[in-house]
């Protein structure tokens, strides 16, 4: 799985699709971590710690950020509970394999937050408004990919069919109509933009529906990053309605709508810490825990496992 999910989506990229690199990363680093499982004949619950570590170094490497990625392994498997069996060698492997890709040479985008608003009443209130919407596009997103992803099975029964359609769509939407190259690729140029000026309202949904497009007809990549992207700029639209600063609610969108759509609120929290600083926790843990609950089941990973129900 490794070599052949990272050529997939090397090409992926290559022709413009919108698509992320974080799935390509836990999944090969899964695949790496699977076969040393069978290599060492471990046992399922030492596979399963092997696994994790392996889904924790892959998200560091890649957005360097080792803290989020140890407690993205704890909190992805099962929604509503954290292994905690697996945070030592989660948080080693996350360490070593963000200090690697540094040596490397590896380089991460930097998105700075530098205004905050004070503690308010009416600031909180404000911020649960934004939460919410956040939460809604989370929501929205989730089913909507299932759904097109499900109808693209139906209508292709032939897999090779099924991404030719794909393809010969993705590029008639970029190549055709004004402007929609800025959504292609990962979208970092869009999440950059997002903290500084002012951007079109449509760009989140515009970003949200060629993701949806790319993955639906069976692409590989990863939807982390895309997310990012989509929750950024919708932060960056609330701007105009929401008397907040602009990089702010960037920021908690940046991290919501990711949280929201992965079920993982804590990882999200902390991602933001690791990312825009420690002045962003408390706003980020409660932006990230009232978008989680309100984009309800499921998220994006069909696998993922429920201890409770959000409502």
């Given at each position: 799985?490794?070599?052949?999910?990272?050529?997939?989506?090397?090409?992926?990229?290559?022709?413009?699709?919108?698509?992320?690199?974080?799935?390509?990363?836990?999944?090969?680093?899964?695949?790496l971590a699977d076969?040393?499982?069978?290599?060492?004949?471990?046992?399922?619950?030492?596979?399963?710690?092997?696994?994790?570590?392996?889904?924790?170094?892959?998200?560091?490497?890649?957005?360097?950020?080792?803290?989020?990625?140890?407690?993205?392994?704890?909190?992805?498997?099962?929604?509503?509970?954290?292994?905690?069996?697996?945070l030592?060698?989660?948080?080693?492997c996350?360490?070593l394999?963000?200090?690697?890709?540094?040596?490397?040479?590896a380089?991460?985008?930097?998105?700075?937050?530098d205004?905050?608003?004070?503690?308010?009443?009416?600031?909180?209130a404000?911020v649960?408004?934004?939460?919410?919407?956040?939460?809604?596009?989370?929501?929205?997103?989730?089913?909507?990919?299932?759904?097109?992803a499900?109808?693209?099975?139906?209508?292709?029964?032939?897999?090779?069919?099924?991404?030719?359609?794909?393809?010969?769509?993705i590029?008639?939407?970029?190549?055709?109509?004004?402007?929609?190259?800025r959504?292609?690729?990962?979208?970092?140029p869009?999440?950059q933009?997002?903290?500084v000026?002012?951007?079109?309202?449509?760009?989140?949904?515009?970003?949200?529906?060629?993701?949806?497009?790319?993955?639906?007809?069976?692409?590989?990549?990863?939807?982390?990053?895309?997310?990012?992207?989509?929750?950024?700029?919708?932060?960056?639209?609330?701007?105009?309605?929401?008397?907040?600063?602009?990089?702010?609610?960037?920021?908690?969108?940046?991290?919501?709508?990711?949280?929201?759509?992965a079920?993982?609120?804590?990882?999200?929290?902390?991602?933001?810490?690791?990312?825009?600083?420690?002045?962003?926790?408390?706003?980020?843990?409660?932006?990230?825990?009232?978008?989680?609950?309100?984009?309800?089941?499921?998220?994006?990973?069909?696998?993922?496992?429920?201890?409770?129900?959000?409502?």
């Amino acid at each position: 799985m490794a070599p052949l999910v990272l050529l997939g989506t090397v090409l992926t990229h290559l022709g413009g699709g919108s698509a992320g690199r974080e799935g390509t990363a836990v999944q090969m680093s899964g695949a790496l971590a699977d076969a040393l499982a069978r290599r060492l004949r471990l046992d399922p619950q030492e596979r399963s710690l092997a696994l994790r570590a392996g889904m924790a170094a892959g998200f560091a490497a890649l957005f360097g950020t080792p803290l989020a990625g140890c407690v993205f392994a704890l909190e992805v498997v099962v929604t509503g509970s954290l292994a905690l069996n697996a945070l030592m060698p989660c948080l080693v492997c996350a360490l070593l394999a963000d200090q690697i890709a540094l040596a490397c040479g590896a380089h991460h985008t930097v998105y700075r937050v530098d205004l905050f608003p004070s503690l308010l009443p009416s600031t909180v209130a404000w911020v649960l408004m934004a939460s919410a919407v956040f939460g809604l596009m989370a929501r929205l997103y989730s089913r909507g990919s299932h759904a097109f992803a499900h109808w693209t099975g139906i209508v292709f029964n032939n897999p090779v069919q099924r991404t030719f359609a794909g393809g010969a769509a993705i590029a008639a939407i970029l190549l055709l109509a004004p402007g929609a190259l800025r959504y292609a690729g990962l979208g970092v140029p869009l999440m950059q933009a997002s903290f500084v000026q002012s951007l079109p309202w449509w760009d989140a949904p515009a970003k949200a529906f060629l993701t949806a497009v790319t993955l639906g007809f069976g692409f590989k990549g990863g939807e982390v990053t895309p997310l990012f992207c989509v929750g950024a700029t919708l932060g960056n639209a609330l701007s105009a309605l929401v008397p907040l600063p602009m990089p702010f609610l960037a920021g908690l969108g940046f991290v919501a709508v990711f949280g929201a759509c992965a079920n993982v609120p804590l990882a999200a929290a902390v991602m933001a810490v690791e990312l825009f600083g420690a002045r962003i926790g408390g706003w980020a843990l409660l932006t990230c825990f009232v978008a989680f609950i309100l984009s309800g089941h499921p998220g994006i990973y069909p696998s993922q496992g429920r201890r409770f129900d959000k409502f």
